[in-house]
């Protein structure tokens, strides 16, 4: 049940005319000195009351005032309850490759998809691609440099560390930092100074 201001101001407003009413009945005891614990109990009372509309929470001597503020909190509540009650989303995502014997058939089918589309949209493929790279003798030299120093880092490799069930192939980095790690070649060849 929810409580309307209007109704707190109002006992908060009767409360305090009655702590003063008091407190002005025994007036005349508590300035000529013959005040009893009762009179200071209702003073502290009083000034309590004076005091709750600044404040959100008053404790004197054991005993808390406390100004609610019901509305707030309900929305709080709602909201932690809309937190707890979200599921939390983990993808999971699977990047295992797919299989050698299924890449030609994935290839056939999806250039069969491809020359239906070019065909529909009345694009005729070209029969070969021309090969005029002009590609100068040095360049290739390196190139084939580099393919022969992979083809033996990779049967160093096979030979010593690889597994032979592993059909996949390897990058050179990787192979180059397990021969490098296996204190097979030195590191002087995978970190050049």
Do not use: C, H
């Not at 004076?50 to 005993?63: C, D, K, S, T």
């Not at 709602?78 to 937190?83: G, L, R, S």
């Not at 096979?158 to 204190?183: C, F, P, V």
């Amino acid at each position: 049940m929810k409580i309307p201001n209007w109704l707190k101001v109002v006992w908060w407003i009767i409360l305090i005319g009655i702590t003063t009413r008091t407190l002005l009945l025994r007036n005349e005891d508590i300035i000529s000195g013959k005040s009893v614990p009762f009179d200071i109990f209702v003073f502290i009372i009083w000034v309590a009351l004076m005091l709750a509309p600044l404040f959100q929470e008053i404790n004197i001597f054991g005993i808390k005032l406390k100004q609610s503020i019901d509305e707030l909190k309900s929305q709080i509540n709602e909201v932690k309850n809309e937190i707890s009650n979200k599921n939390p989303f983990n993808p999971t995502i699977n990047l295992t490759p797919t299989a050698d014997n299924k890449i030609q058939e994935l290839e056939d089918k999806y250039s069969k998809i491809l020359d239906n589309i070019l065909k529909n949209k009345g694009i005729t493929s070209q029969t070969e691609p021309q090969n005029t790279f002009n590609v100068p003798e040095s360049n290739q030299f390196l190139f084939a440099t580099r393919f022969r120093i992979e083809t033996e880092l990779r049967r160093i490799w096979e030979y010593s560390i690889g597994n032979n069930q592993e059909k996949r192939r390897t990058s050179a980095i990787s192979i180059l930092r397990d021969l490098t790690d296996n204190r097979i070649i030195t590191k002087d060849v995978y970190y050049p100074t």
